[in-house]
Structure formats: C-alpha cells, structure tokens
C-alpha cells in the first residue's frame, strides 16, 4: 500500500513555520459510500489557520479542507465517478488524526466532490507565484473549490431555498454581502449563471470591475457610508453574509430594511436575536446558519455541536450538486490564485498568509 505522508498540527503555535509537522499517517480507509482520491494540489481556506489558532484542533490532527486529485478508489455504493477521474473535494479538516485534507491519500464524500472533464484540466503544475482568476485549467485551480461551492450550495438550496427556477427567480435580488471572499466569489457566479438573481454585492472599490465581470449586477463599497442607505431602495429577496462577523451580519440585515420579505443567512451561527432590530414594514426570516460539513448527509461534530440536515435539505442540495452545478463548472471562475512552492511544508506559509490578512480576492493553493 502507498505511503501516506500529512500535514500535521504540531501543536504549537510559537513559529508560524512549524505550525504543521510532516509525518507518515495510515493509509486512509473509506466506506462502502466513500472515494480514495490521490492528491495533486490543496488550497487553503481562513477555517483552517482559524480552528487551529482559536485552539479548535487537537495535536496531531491532519490539517487542511480543499484538495485536488485523481480518483483512486471507488467504493460499492458510490455512483458517478470511476478510477482516474480528475475530482476536487472539501473534507472536514483540523479535527482529528483520522482525517483531513492535507495527506496524499484524502477518503471524499461524492457530495462535497467535484468532477472535471479531463480535457479541461492540464496536468502541469503552476509555476510558484500570482494568476488571474479563470475558468478551472489546473489542479490548482480545480483545489479552490470544493468548500466554497460547497457552502454556497448549501446556502442557496438547502437554507435559503432559492427555487432552482430563472423564470421563476426573474425581478427577483440577493445581496451577498463580501463579493470578494472565496465563497463571494462563487456566491455571485452560482447566483447568476444557476439562479438568475440579480446580484448586489458589497466589497472594496478596487475589486469591483472584476466582481461585475463574473456577474455582480450593482456593486458597493463597505466602507462608504452611503451604501447601505444606496442597498435599502432594493426590494431584496435573499441575503447571504459571506464574512459573517457580528457586524457584517448586522450591516446585511440593515442594508435589507426597504425589502418587503428577505431570507438572509450567515456563516457563524448568528442568530435572529442577535440583531438590532430597526423598524421595518417588511418580512425577514434569518435561516439556520450555513456550514458546509453537513453536506455529507449525516450528523458531524463541529465546534462541540452535533450537526445535520434535515432530508428536505438534503434532497434540494443533491439536486443542485449533482444534476445542475456539473454543467457550470466549465464556465465558472475561480478566484485569484497565489501559488506557493511545491510541498505539503507550504500549508505554513499559507496559513501564516491568510492570518496576516495578506490575500484578497485570491486563494493560496500550492501542489504536494
């Protein structure tokens, strides 16, 4: 059997270099209902360094969530994939031992996996440095995925119950709240290239050209006072806060006063009264806070709380998953790519750079 090296926590936090050790781990089992993926490339996402660093990841855990590969093996149960499918899959990382994203060998879940024609991604790596956003030709670009369409996915069609209908989606706005964010990114292009929605996003000036070409219909500036008072004239139907801090939330649920029935969602648990609230005329409904581990359709443990779906949930997201995302992922974008060296070392350099708050509207992704 392949030897099986990870990324793992070491256990201290005192150099930013050492953050991560790599050993040798077993060979990963998977279940009837699970895939072998042998990994190409890995991205890093702000849950990674966060759990580690709010002290959410036990020593030893294997670390990292976005992870690229070929399909290695298929279990008995699985349909839709095959031995030497080019896939992308998003893995709850940073927890345990057991499992994680950064190893060679990573055990996937068809529904938070993600396959792509073999003619559309090259084999070669990327070279170490800055690349344009684009539609997925590497597996550099196919790693930045996962948890971030992952999320969306779950937002959109299990919590938000956006009807999976143009027509019936026609006149109809969401307001994502942080465009720029990995998951904004992908928010704005599933919410016009699936849904048909107009899409109001808010982010930095600097980033708004490129949010209006991917599909962002109006775009505002965070920091500018005026553009809350600007998003309440909208009659928004659907809010999503991709940023999700205590105060973003409320600036969601602020700049959505004018709506006469909004459904709005965050993901970090906050719920409805935790807002202040102002004295609108209209509905909002604030849904059950998104969070992607669900999407493998049995209970989780996150964050000392046992999670689920419900089988209503589930349905509508396996419905968007496997029978509408597929023919998109040709035409959707990823975000900005900052590619590091080759190494499974480089998950410290990531982590240290998206503390730092050194990227925006980019992804830091890096081969084994």
């Known amino acids: 059997m392949s030897t099986n090296n990870a990324a793992i926590f070491s256990g201290s936090l005192e150099d930013p270099s050492k953050i991560v050790e790599i050993k040798q781990v077993p060979y990963p089992k998977a279940s009837d209902d699970q895939l072998i993926v042998k990994a190409v490339a890995y991205a890093i ?9 709010f002290g959410l990841t036990p020593k030893g855990s294997i670390t990292g969530s976005d ?18 499918d080019y896939v992308s899959t998003f893995v709850q990382g940073n927890v345990s031992p057991d499992f994680g994203g950064f190893q060679n060998y990573v055990r996937a879940d068809p529904s938070t996996t993600l396959k792509f024609d073999p003619k559309q991604i090259s084999e070669d790596a990327l070279k170490e440095g800055d690349y344009e956003s684009s539609i997925t030709k590497s ?45 904004g990114i992908l928010a704005i292009q599933v919410a016009k290239q699936i849904y048909g929605l107009n899409v109001l996003t808010t982010a ?14 109006e775009t505002f500036d965070y920091r500018d006072p005026k ?29 959505t ?40 359709g049995r209970p989780i443990n996150a964050y000392g709380m046992t999670l689920e779906i419900t089988p209503e949930q589930f349905t509508r997201f396996k419905e968007l998953w496997f029978n509408v995302l597929p023919n998109h992922l040709s035409s959707i974008k990823h975000a900005n790519l900052k590619v590091l060296k080759s190494g499974l070392e480089s998950a410290n350099e990531g982590f240290e750079l998206n503390k730092q708050g050194k990227v925006s509207a980019q992804k830091v992704v890096f081969r084994v």
């Open 204 to 217: 930095s000036s600097k980033n708004h050209e490129y949010l209006k070409s991917i599909g962002a219909d």
């Open 67 to 84: 992870v690229s590969g070929i399909v290695e093996s298929v279990g008995a149960n699985v349909k839709g994939f095959a031995k030497g």
């Open 45 to 53: 996402n702000p849950t990674d360094w966060k759990q580690i660093y």
């Open 139 to 183: 597996f550099e670009g196919a790693a930045s995925l996962p948890l971030g369409l992952t999320t969306v996915s779950i937002s959109f069609a299990s919590n938000l119950e956006i009807p999976l209908s143009k027509e019936a989606n026609k006149g109809k706005s969401i307001l994502i709240w942080g465009g720029a964010t990995a998951t």
């Open 257 to 296: 006063k004018g709506s006469s029935n909004v459904r709005l969602d965050n993901l970090l648990f906050i719920q409805d009264k935790d807002l202040k609230k102002d004295d609108r005329s209209g509905k909002h409904t604030v849904v059950n806070s998104t969070l992607a581990y669900v999407a493998v």
């Open 227 to 255: 553009s809350l008072e600007q998003l309440t004239k909208f009659d928004i139907s659907y809010a999503l806060d991709t940023v999700s801090a205590d105060n973003t939330f409320q600036q969601t649920y602020d700049a």
